[in-house]
């Protein structure tokens, strides 16, 4: 695909995460909308894709959040990366396995932005993070993933892209 309507599907998910997601929250989590559609992608593609997905997609989410600038972006990279290595190993992509990729790719995502904040000096308290950001945004995540995955496969279908 283009980087060109990446970047423009990336800014919009951003936008959408940032303005209209946060208005069904549940405690501080919410859908990772930009998260869902990097891991959609990557699932079912070439790891250079799945790493440009994951750079243009995390920049553009932190710059409408007040986390430091490349907090999303390591965590979907390390998903991304994954992804890819799992990749190797797997014939192909099935429920299962979408549904592990969701659970793990969030903890590793949220575990990273909560690191970062801990760097940089943010005070964090672990517990009530987990209880108030992560557990619901996992919950959003497994929920949101059929949808994200489902428009992620149409436009993959109809630019070509084999199914793994």
Known sequence: MSLTYVIILMGLAAVAEASVLPQIRIGQGQPDLVFLLVLSWAANNELEEGVNWAFIGGIAKDLLSAAPLGTSTLGYLLV?????????????????????????????????????????????????????????????????????????????????????
């Open 80 to 164: 991304v990366f994954g992804i890819s290595g799992l990749g190797r190993q797997v014939y192909r992509m099935g429920l299962l396995l979408l549904i592990g990729l969701v659970i793990v790719g969030t903890l590793i995502q949220q575990v990273v932005s909560i690191v970062v904040l801990a760097i940089a000096g943010e005070p964090v308290n672990l517990l009530q993070g987990i209880q108030q950001v992560v557990l619901p945004t996992l919950l959003y995540n497994l929920i949101f993933i059929w949808p994200v995955y489902g428009f992620i496969r149409l436009i993959q279908n109809w630019l070509g892209t084999p199914v793994r």
